[in-house]
């Protein structure tokens, strides 16, 4: 990411006005307390009408005052740990940095920032030193003034100490803690300064996970923990997509299709009126994320095939028209893609997700325990993909058998998805159902890549064609593709022969 970041690991404490603070020169791997250092910071932070940020335990601020005057943008990582990103303040201090919108957009989806709090803050900072004068810790002694803004306007005040981690260990970040509760300091009741000073406005926000489910768990709460790591996932991976992370990419783009086939595979237990517009919407968002993807595959698979080309049997500017026809392609695939990240219509989306798993449209049969009815729902999948095979098999080769296999694939690949469900009732049962069903997605996904690749070929062929290029090599590795695609299906059919069944429930 172009922010700069790094973990913040602290520990807040709600501290009486007149409470002295306790010595900690001696706390384990402390030499001495450097002379206190006094900031006044003003900061301002910034929210959308409803919050969301705050909800999530993330906050965007722009301080100034101190050492670190600017931009800040912190992400929960743990309890008492948070990713922060900074940034500088450019020539308009109102203009929050794209580098750090990039980073929430996921969460404001189309909904504009204004300014919720500010905070005016006299700092005292305690450096706690070690050896060769590396700041472990610095312990900070802060006396706020708060002010909420909007239509319920709040002002307070209050004393509290911090006490954040620089190149100490969290075993100092303990022993400090406990010194402080000799002279009767409690951690604070408030996860933040931005918290507290949202008063009873503040988010209760995000709810705890439930527990991993396991054999004894309902089919419903399988599916929702199924379900809901997915869309952590694309949460997770939607500010590096911003970013161009072409392996973010295909996390994201693999993490909306699990969504997808999960809701396919338990359709019976949910409410179609909801599930079926949100498969849709989710299928549109994987082929928008797949395109770049999918042409740089292909690009690299077309110029790998032309290495292999013999000696002087490659005519004409074969490589750089390949490589210019794709980059094309790429080029206006990540436009698409940055647009679709800011339309609407993925906003929406998003909300959708969040829906689903906050008011899930089940039916009671949800309630049942998974070991009755997941087995039901994979083994569902499995007599599909043995339907497809069988259709394949039978289909006269030529483009229509090429069709059939590529459904035995998505067949596949729903199968090896609802096996991953299933993975808390029989877990090596479950592991070896996803091995199987991989392993002929991988097979059948190479001899789809084959059937992509001759249309690309003829294509390449006929332009060069039109341009008075020679178009031997393209037929050349046209039929190469057509013969290793050949030896593919056949590899296929053998390894079919050895695919297990779908008993996991034995």
């Known amino acids: 990411m172009t922010s700069e970041g790094f973990a913040e690991i602290e ?16 706390l384990p791997g402390v030499t001495h307390v450097a002379p206190p250092v006094e900031h006044h910071l003003d900061a301002l ?4 009408a409803d919050l969301a940020l705050a909800g999530r335990r993330i906050t965007l601020r722009r301080r100034a005052g101190g050492d670190d005057a600017g931009w800040h943008l912190k992400l929960p990582v743990a309890a008492d740990e948070r990713r922060e990103m900074r940034e500088p303040v450019g020539a308009d201090p109102d203009v929050i940095p794209e580098a750090i919108l990039r980073l929430v957009r996921v969460y404001l989806r189309g909904r504009p920032l204004m300014p919720v709090v500010r905070l005016r803050t006299l700092r005292v900072v305690h450096h706690l030193v070690g050896r060769d004068d590396a700041v472990l810790a610095e312990v900070c002694d802060d006396s706020v003034q708060a002010e909420r803004f909007g239509s319920e306007p709040l002002n307070q005040a209050w004393r509290e100490w911090e006490i ?20 009767g300091v409690e951690p604070a009741a408030s996860p933040s300064k931005l918290a507290r000073a949202l008063g009873d406005l503040a988010p ?23 379900l809901r790591a997915q869309v952590e996932a694309v949460t997770a991976e939607d500010p590096l997509v911003r970013e161009s992370d072409v392996e973010a990419v295909h996390r994201m783009r693999v993490a909306t299709r699990r969504l997808r086939s999960a809701l396919s595979t338990y359709g019976p237990l949910l409410d179609a009126g909801v599930a079926d517009p949100l498969r849709v919407e989710l299928r549109w968002i994987a082929g928008v994320l797949g395109g770049a ?22 005519a004409g500017p074969v490589a750089p028209r390949i490589d210019e026809h794709f980059s094309t392609v790429v080029r206006i695939s990540e436009a698409d893609t940055r647009s679709a990240l800011d339309s609407d219509r993925y906003f929406r ?6 829906e689903l798993l906050a008011s899930p449209p089940l ?5 049942k325990p998974a070991r009755k009815v997941v087995p039901g729902l994979v083994r569902a999948d499995w007599k599909h993909l043995r339907a497809a095979v069988r259709a394949a098999r039978r289909t006269a080769t030529g483009t229509e058998r090429d069709a059939a296999l590529h459904e035995a694939r998505k067949r596949a690949k729903q199968l090896r998805y609802a096996a991953e469900t299933a993975a808390p009732l029989r877990s090596k049962r479950a592991a070896r159902l996803v091995g199987a069903a991989r392993q002929v997605q991988e097979i059948l996904g190479d001899h789809q890549d084959s059937v992509v690749a001759r249309g690309e070929l003829l294509g390449l062929g006929m332009k060069a064609f039109l341009f008075n290029e020679n178009a031997f090599t393209y037929g050349r590795m046209h039929a190469v593709e057509e013969a290793g695609a050949a030896g593919t299906e056949a590899r296929f059919f053998t390894a079919w022969k050895d695919f297990p069944s779908a008993s996991i429930d034995k």
């Open 349 to 354: 989306l998003l909300d959708t997700l969040d």
């Open 293 to 314: 993807r999918d042409a740089q595959v292909m690009c690299q698979r077309l110029t790998h095939r032309l290495d292999l080309e013999p000696t002087g049997l490659t």
């Open 204 to 226: 209760a926000g995000t709810p705890v996970a439930p527990e991993r489910p396991g054999p004894d768990s309902s089919t419903a709460d399988v599916l929702l923990a199924y």
């Open 164 to 183: 954040e981690l620089v190149d100490g260990s969290r075993a100092l970040l303990d022993a400090a803690q406990e010194r402080l509760s000799t002279v």
């Open 363 to 367: 039916y009671r049969t949800a309630d």
């Open 11 to 26: 520990r807040k404490f709600d501290v009486n006005p007149a409470t002295p603070l306790p010595t900690l020169h001696d």
């Open 45 to 48: 932070y910034f929210d959308t």
